[in-house]
Nanobody
Framework: QVQLVESGGGLVQPGGSLRLSCAASRSIFSVYTMGWYRQAPGKQRELVAGITIGGSTNYADSVKGRFTISRDNALNTVNLQMNSLKPEDTAVYYC????????????WGQGTQVTVSS
């Protein structure tokens, strides 16, 4: 079992920045791909950014150049640095861990609200 706990959400003005963190309850990054997803009201959950066990990253087109995903193996945390935030980035952001060999072996955090508004 793995627990994921997100933090760092909040209210920010357009153009501002936030940094989200996801703390895993144990060391999992050698066998789990990590990702940040978001879900806005009335919309489906979508992948925002992902990082593989090898450290390769991928991003949704809508956040490329603005968001950066990173990982701290020593602290068992995955971070999402979000810059140049836009109102359309408003959503609940979720951390996800997916086992590389058994994709159905996946875990979600409880989510953290990000609101971009003036």
């Amino acid at each position: 079992q793995v627990q994921l706990v997100e933090s760092g959400g909040g209210l920010v003005q357009p153009g501002g920045s936030l940094r989200l963190s996801c703390a895993a309850s144990r060391s999992i990054f050698s066998v789990y791909t990590m990702g940040w997803y978001r879900q806005a009201p009335g919309k489906q959950r979508e992948l925002v950014a992902g990082i593989t066990i090898g450290g390769s990253t991928n991003y949704a087109d809508s956040v490329k150049g603005r968001f950066t995903i990173s990982r701290d193996n020593a602290l068992n945390t995955v971070n999402l640095q979000m810059n140049s935030l836009k109102p359309e980035d408003t959503a609940v952001y979720y951390c996800n861990a997916r086992h590389i060999m058994v994709p159905t072996n996946a875990y979600w955090g409880q989510g953290t609200q990000v609101t971009v508004s003036s």
